[in-house]
């Protein structure tokens, strides 16, 4: 099971960390992914993610503007995303796997507005 957090709107140029609790499986041993559906597309885009070792990976779109972290003592994922900008604009989702194939969260919603 996993359960997303941290979204909401924020204005251009801001930031948001969002956090995914993670349940019932080994969460230290799997790969973890975020991914978004922009508002009016139906497929999922890979934002980032980063591997039991915490290697981290990104989307060109993201490189340098956010961060993927991991707590495996609190079961946790985290997406800091900082300089956010309007075409941010999405529902977030965690994931298992580094493509974000496997179990997925019911979202959290980021809206970039002034």
């Known amino acids: 099971h996993l359960m997303e957090s941290g979204g909401g709107l924020v204005q251009p140029g801001g930031s948001l960390r969002l956090s995914c609790e993670a349940s019932?499986?080994?969460?230290?041993?799997?790969?973890m992914s975020w991914l978004r559906q922009l508002p009016g597309k139906k497929g999922l885009e890979w934002v980032s993610?980063?591997?039991?070792?915490?290697?981290?990976y990104y989307g060109d779109f993201a490189s340098g503007r956010f961060i993927i972290s991991r707590d495996n003592a609190k079961n946790t994922l985290y997406l800091q995303m900082n300089s956010l900008k309007s075409e941010d604009t999405a529902l977030y989702y965690c994931a298992t796997g580094f493509r974000g194939t496997g179990v997925r969260g019911q979202g959290t919603q980021v809206t970039v507005s002034s």
């Open positions: 019932g499986f080994m969460f230290s041993n799997y790969a």
């Open positions: 993610a980063i591997n039991s070792r915490g290697d981290a």
